[in-house]
Nanobody
Framework: QVQLVESGGGLVQAGGALSLSCAAS??????YAWVRQAPGKEREFVAA????????NYADSVKGRFSISRDNAKDTVYLQMNSLKPEDTALYYC?????????????????WGQGTQVTVSS
């Protein structure tokens, strides 16, 4: 079984930065991702990283502002978010998959954390 626990969300002004962490336990997966969901909207892919941390994919909306990384020794995935915008406000989930490598397809992810709230004020 795989368990994921997110931390690091909070309230920040537009233009600010936040760093999210996702501590994983259990067996390693091949792909890890951050997925967000704003009120009244569907879940949206944000970023993904392969198990070895080499392959990284980003949604166009966050490319150049967000950076995903993985520390294998700590079994933790990070999301560094810079130049935050009000439209980045959402509940951010960490997810893991046994399929693919840094996949953008949220339907491939079988394991999900409880989410951490990110709120960006204008």
């Amino acid at each position: 079984q795989v368990q994921l626990v997110e931390s690091g969300g909070g309230l920040v002004q537009a233009g600010g930065a936040l760093s999210l962490s996702c501590a994983a336990s259990g067996r390693p997966c091949t792909s890890y991702a951050w997925v967000r969901q704003a009120p009244g909207k569907e879940r949206e892919f944000v970023a993904a990283v392969s198990r070895n941390g080499i392959i990284r994919n980003y949604a166009d909306s966050v490319k150049g502002r967000f950076s995903i990384s993985r520390d294998n020794a700590k079994d933790t995935v990070y999301l560094q978010m810079n130049s935050l915008k009000p439209e980045d406000t959402a509940l951010y989930y960490c997810a893991a998959s046994d399929y693919g490598s840094a996949s953008r397809r949220t339907t491939l992810y079988d394991y999900w954390g409880q989410g951490t709230q990110v709120t960006v004020s204008s």
